[in-house]
């Protein structure tokens, strides 16, 4: 076994690639700040810039394939970058693109050639930022209730709906949705996902205030949109998948939102806050006290398990491996273990975890904002429930045939 | 980044599943649980032929040195058994103590025999005030002349019952740091009483006056602590994929189980209360499978931090065994406590070996000293 993930000479070189390219095109300006939900519209237009300039790379999506933009690179070069990235405080890609991350890989294995030229290079090049739309109103964990429709009529679809849940601050040029084709249809067999141009006449954004981003990094992140849509025409070609057969293609996106494919940001708070701890604020040195220490300790194993199982996946999918209950198990971990710490911070940090005030925060607010992301995460991407059930599905707990993970190439 | 088995792990793991498979089927292991002594040296026998005695064990010294994640291999699939006995008492933990500690001279004519299983080493460490911290050891050797007279009492000691050779943890009198002295099972003076009760394989250990020679003395009087610190927490792990084989078995049993059992005209594996145990279940499996694994690896490849991994992995797996087994007892209800049906092999065992080499909570103090919290 290797777990090490930047020694070869080749990825060296790679690390010093990146590195290079990165101070050289890391636009000028580009502040980070706790809450991501708090960056104003510069800060996303910075981080589209930087954004184009990896895609023309290929680095933006450097694991998808060169023909459509990407890089075809390896889990340890992607690792390199996404390193590189964390390093400077940005993340891969470097703004909020939900319909990009899950979107693309799902066209990659359920769109026709036509499609995938269409619509990957834009992506993988930065040019667009996409959102997905899944969930609505009268539909969460019960994704198969959607009641969004999008009806043939000629060459268009024409789609009457609501979604919500929706993306981020400062708007999309696209969307990647899923819609019932067959309003009489047998449920999980009247579903489609099609690609929407987000310029149409008929769409309308209006923002939601949450919590917290819900571990959504990027400008903006944050910030939650209900999305309207009122006789909106789609033209026909940007159906994927097949006319009704939208269940199928959402065993892929679903898998790679459900955490199939392991993310490799960890939490930096985590060592962040041990760091602070051992430092003397406020003429106390946290760590000294015997019951803090302990909390510290087991805060730090909690962090290394949802460490282990991110870097379990991310070499799981990255390496074709055959994988069942894996994702929804990170996914999970990741959102108890993120709670169960934040609360652990509490305990430990006292009110002083619960201010974003300039004199008194500790780390800039970075121990509220945890406070409140780790409950906003409980629900992205599935429940803690949903997740329980998919494991125990992927298990075969039930006696039958366990259940197989979606298709990820 | 590569986190599959190589072809080398590959083929322990598969000649040790046959081995638990094919030898150590359930009646041969509820013989073992209940009269280990008896049965244990034909086993033995088997253990040293395939050369496990050896893996743990570098070649300048008689064994085959292998890498700690073969060594893992081999100790995940001997904890589906679960396969009970001395081989990780001797052959990786009194091993890597001697490596660490001993002189030139003792390593060539201990080593070479451990690894051929001629001699078989129990590490007698623990006692009355029990602890695996060194200011826990209170038995003080005497001085006599250029030897050692030794008396005392060891507890929870585990193996001692099929070992050939202790390797005694003490202090001497007049003097301040331990000392490790090699003595053998049978001489005179030493007594080794197992202890009945919801546990596996230990004893009490009674030195009456034993006299030892001043060349048993292992390594440097008085300084000890290191070597034996350091042969500790490079055993961890192995100890940890012990424990990661028997939180798969019971995984796969419960499993099963949930989807044979019939209540309530359906399959009990159906209701989202028992999917939860198995959920439960798996989790604790993971947690304990990839912190040891890592350790492994950073012990290999002498990654920073090892030592960090190595607590945060028996912290984990000690853990994890014991709630594994709980959730599959959940599943399991009646049946699962019937000895015959062999469940309990692996609650005992979780149980046993939970305190063996230090508690989570001693993993978590030591982690706190790793993690640089104690100032």
Known sequence: MDFAIEDTEQQQKLRMEVREFLEKNVPPGITHTVDAANQPPEQYQLRRELGRRLGKKGWLYPHMPKEYGGADMNADEVMVLNDELTRIGLALPPYYDSGGRMGAPTILVWGTEEHKKKFLPPIFRGEVRTWQLLSEPGAGSDLAGIKTTAIRDGDDYVVNGQKMWVGSAHGAERSWMIVVTDPKGKRHEN????????????????PMETLATGGEGGAGGGCKNSVFFDNVRIPAANL????????????????????????????RVIGEFIDFCKETHNGVRIADD??????????????????????????????????????????????????DISERMLRIAGPYALTTDEKWAPLKGAIEYFQRDAITSLHPGATTDIQKVIMARRMGTGGREREAAGKLS | MDL????TQQLIQDSTKDFVKGACDRDVLLKLDTAPTDIMPRYWKQFSDMGWTGMAIPEAYGGSGNELMDVAVLFEELGVGPVPGPLFSSAVLCARIILESGTEAQKKALLPEVASGKRVFALAFTEAQFG?????????????????????????????VFATDLLVVAGIEGSIGLSLFRVDAKAKGVSIRPLAGFMTGKSEVVFDKVKVAGSDLVGTANSAWTGLDKG??????????????????VFDMALAYAGERKQFGQVIGRFSRVQDHIINLVNH??????????????????????ETSCHVAKAVSSESYLRATDYAHEVHAGIGV???????LFTKASRSLYHTLGAPRLHYRRLEKSLKLVA
């Open chain 1, 191 to 206: 579903l489609s996902w099609i690609m929407v141009d987000m310029s149409l006449p008929g769409i309308t954004v209006t």
């Open chain 1, 240 to 267: 994927v998948g097949g006319e009704n057969n939208g269940w199928k293609v959402a065993t892929t996106h679903l898998e790679v939102e459900h955490g199939g494919t392991g993310r490799m940001s960890d939490r």
């Open chain 1, 290 to 339: 015997p019951d803090a220490r302990e909390m510290l300790a087991e805060l730090y194993v909690e962090g290394e398990i949802m460490r282990l199982f991110a870097l379990r996946n991310h070499w799981l999918s990255h390496a074709h491996k055959p994988r069942t209950y894996e994702g929804p198990q990170y996914s999970l971990r990741r959102k108890l273990g993120s709670l």
């Open chain 2, 4 to 7: 599959s088995l190589n072809e």
């Open chain 2, 132 to 160: 695996w911290n060194a200011e826990n050891v209170k038995m003080k050797a005497k001085k006599d002349g250029g030897d050692y007279s030794l008396s005392g009492t060891k507890v929870f000691v585990d193996d001692a």
């Open chain 2, 232 to 249: 500790i927490v490079t055993s961890l792990p192995i100890l940890c994929a012990y424990k990661v084989g028997g939180c798969k078995r």
């Open chain 2, 285 to 306: 499996l993971d947690s304990a499978r990839w912190t040891t694994y890592e350790a492994l690896w950073k012990l290999d490849s002498n990654v920073e931090g090892a």
């Open chain 2, 338 to 344: 019937v000895r015959q049906y062999g469940l309990t």
